[in-house]
């Protein structure tokens, strides 16, 4: 068999890897579906226990890993704020997909390149190829994580003010959120903001039985960001206490700010250290440019006067 044969072949293989994948991803697997099953009882359980009652540390923790509408906090994805369970499929098929693309964009070049090559050549491109698509998936991974970060920084001190406007109408803490949630999805070609659906599930679970103190507690255990876990604690506090909640919340409102100022301001301090790399990069090769042109014409005019 020639070789021109074994990387269509190869290259078949992959296409049908990927179409496999992409078949796969369209079908519920029985671990799905179990997962539902055991949700749908936990919170069962939750609505008739109403949550007040001591749990054991294996029933907290289940309580804990709850999925609300398909919602997930437990892995990797979660930290860059994928814990809808379609975001999750679509994303999770994508990572999958980008090496396998990769592989098979880098044996195209090099059966164009080279078709009766040799076959191991071959493989080392399909080995370069998914070398660089699993390097870009990781950072793509990465770049999520960063920019949800963010958008938590940046929605955290609106959905506040939300709230904070809401109790001065006279709604109590919860109403309030009820509100903050229907003006955060009333944004239509939006896409809802990563704390508006964090206080849905919050809402979801205390509608569902769950004491709210409990609700932010648990939600916000699992999202690495102290701003947020402070201002859901501070909600929790406000609910339980009661009282004057308006001043207490504005402060808190006006503390989220601050703390997206300051975030904002250490980013425009980092920004010249950044641009120092780029920029020496742009000298040099502006340098290059300009000295290129003298340096051939000197030696050519050397390779003139020289003696044959």
């Known amino acids: 068999m020639n070789t021109e044969v074994m990387q269509l072949a190869l290259i078949c293989l992959l296409l049908a890897a990927a179409f496999g994948i992409v078949l796969k991803s369209s079908f519920r697997s029985s671990v799905d579906v179990l997962e539902d099953l055991r ?26 890993s709850i999925k609300i509408a398909g919602y997930t906090f437990d892995d990797e994805l979660a930290e860059a704020g994928l814990i809808e369970e379609e975001h999750r499929k679509v994303f999770l098929l994508r990572q999958k997909l980008i090496p396998i693309v990769g592989s098979i964009v880098f044996l195209i070049l090099n059966f164009a390149a080279s078709p009766s090559g040799p076959f191991l ?13 699993h390097f870009i998936s990781k950072y793509r991974l990465k770049a999520a994580k960063v920019e949800y970060k963010r958008s938590l920084e940046f ?27 229907e003006i955060g999805e009333s944004e239509k070609g939006k896409e809802t903001d990563p704390v508006t659906v964090l206080l849905k599930i919050v809402h979801g679970l205390t509608e569902s039985g769950i004491s709210f103190e409990k609700s932010l507690k648990d939600v916000a255990s699992h999202i690495e960001h102290p701003a947020l876990r402070h201002a859901f604690l501070h909600l929790a506090v406000a609910q339980k206490e009661g009282g004057e909640i308006i001043m207490p919340l504005r402060e ?26 780029p920029l020496l ?8 440019c300009f000295l290129v042109p003298p340096v051939l014409q000197v030696m050519k005019i050397l390779k003139e006067t020289m003696p044959q």
């Open 252 to 277: 808190l409102s006006d503390s989220t700010q601050l703390y997206f100022q300051e975030s904002v301001e250490e980013q425009i301090a980092q920004m010249p250290v950044k641009a120092t790399m």
């Open 121 to 133: 050549r071959a493989i080392f491109a399909a080995f370069m190829g998914y070398s660089v698509g």
């Open 155 to 181: 929605f955290l001190p609106v959905v506040m003010e939300r709230i904070v406007m809401a109790v001065q109408a006279g709604l109590d803490i919860i109403p309030a959120l009820s509100s903050a949630i």
């Open 39 to 64: 949700d749908d009882e936990l919170l069962g359980r939750g609505n008739a226990l109403k949550m007040e009652e001591p749990l054991e540390e294996s029933e907290r923790q289940e309580n804990e």
């Open 281 to 288: 990069c742009t000298f040099a090769g502006l340098l290059v």
